[in-house]
Nanobody
């Protein structure tokens, strides 16, 4: 059974930084794309960042220039470093993994709150 587990969320002041981590396990298949999405109350889930197995990255416009995604293919982990956080970054952040058998999995989400 595939598991996708996020960690690192919490409360941070505006202008602060936060690092989210995600670890996956339970599959014999390779992970093609990993990434992060977020969903704020009353809004649709939106792209934060994705990264391919080869290291190609894609960022959502709202976080571009303030966030860095990285992954460890050997450990099946993906991290998201977020800087210069704003109140509008408040959301539940979900980790995503797409495997080479085309299956997609999501974590349960981790809450990020940006507030003074």
């Amino acid at each position: 059974q595939v598991q996708v587990v996020e960690s690192g969320g919490g409360l941070v002041q505006p202008g602060g930084s936060l690092r989210l981590s995600c670890v996956t396990s339970g599959s014999i298949f390779r992970i093609n794309t990993m990434g992060w999405y977020r969903q704020a109350p009353g809004k649709q889930r939106e792209l934060v960042a994705t990264i391919t197995r080869g290291g190609r990255t894609n960022y959502g416009d709202s976080v571009k220039g303030r966030s860095t995604i990285s992954r460890d293919n050997a450990e099946n982990t993906v991290d998201l470093q977020m800087n210069s956080l704003k109140p509008e970054d408040t959301a539940v952040y979900y980790c995503y993994a797409q495997y080479s058998n085309s299956r997609e999995y999501w974590g349960q989400g981790t809450q990020v709150t940006v507030s003074s």
